[in-house]
Structures are given as structure tokens and as C-alpha cells.
């Protein structure tokens, strides 16, 4: 099934007039991969129109016709947009400031200095056998600062070779 071109040009074009600023998006697998850094972008902007197709998608001529930006959220087939755009949304809702708590507690998450975020610990300090590292119940909060980036590099390092190629080099 694709979707009629006059039937969603017409839905787009009441959704968002020519001259709206909202980035329009299309959920698609051809298109550019969805990262943290655009969810960033994204969180900054004025909001965005976000079309979703259905099983083959949508015709082209709507994609060519309203602008629609292809946006992908990974490499495997969904049977619609809808729940990569979901998908999407979420990681860009959580990043405007008054959604989650405490902001900054944003800033040590995966992807977000290019590694993927450490392993995270609370009670009770022994669990079928295995204990907290002691590091992170000593208070230093230096060693604690080293120990996380040490777990954030070597899980980078042995999951994502490609994210560890980019912050080596």
C-alpha cells in the first residue's frame, strides 16, 4: 500500500502552511539516521511536522512536492512510521527543559559525549553475591569521575566499534 499523493499533500498542507518553519519529517528507512544530536536540534526548534507512511510507504511526488526530510531511527523495517516517530519523540521531548527533573543529569547518557553510558548501581550493596565496586561507595568523586569514563570507554569500546572509532579519533 502507498499512500494517495493528493490525499497527504492535502493533510500536510492543512497540518503546515508554505511558509511554516517546522522541519517536515518523514519516518523512513532510506532516510538520514536519527541521532542524539538532532534530537537535540530538534528539542530547540519550533516543533515539527512528522508524516508516517504505512507498509511501502508514500509516493514520491508528496515527499519531493512538500520537502519531507527522511528521517530513519535504525537499520530494520517497521510496518509503519508510527512508532519510530514515537520512538523519536520521545528522545526529543525528554531533552525540553521542565520535562525531565533534573536536566543535567542528561548530560552523562549514552551518546551524549560520543560513549556509551556506564554501569549504574543502587541497593541493596550485596545482590545474589556481587557487591557494589567499592569505588563508588568510597565518596571520592574523583576516582568515581575516572571509574564511570573507564566503564563508558570500555563498553564503547566492546559493543560499538564504530561510536569507539569516532571518539578516538
Known sequence: MVLRADVLASAIDAAAPP?????????SP????????????LAKGPGAIIVCGRFEGIDQRVIDRRNLEEISVGDYILSGGE???????????RLIPGVMGNLESA?????????????????????EGMTI??????????KIAEWRL?????LTRDRRPDLWGNYVE
Open 150 to 154: 573507564q566503564k563508558s570507554e570500555e
Open 107 to 127: 548530560d552523562t547518557e549514552s551518546f551524549e559525549n560520543g560513549l556509551l553510558e556506564h554501569p549504574h548501581y543502587t541497593r541493596p550493596a550485596e545482590f
Open 133 to 142: 565496586p567499592d569505588v563508588l561507595t568510597s565518596g571520592n568523586h574523583k
Open 30 to 41: 532510506r532516510g538520514t539516521p536519527f541521532t542524539q544530536a538532532r534530537a537535540h536540534e
Open 83 to 93: 512508532m519510530a516517530a514515537l520512538t523519536m519523540l520521545d528522545a526529543i521531548v
Open 19 to 27: 511558509d511554516d518553519p517546522r522541519p517536515r519529517l518523514l519516518m
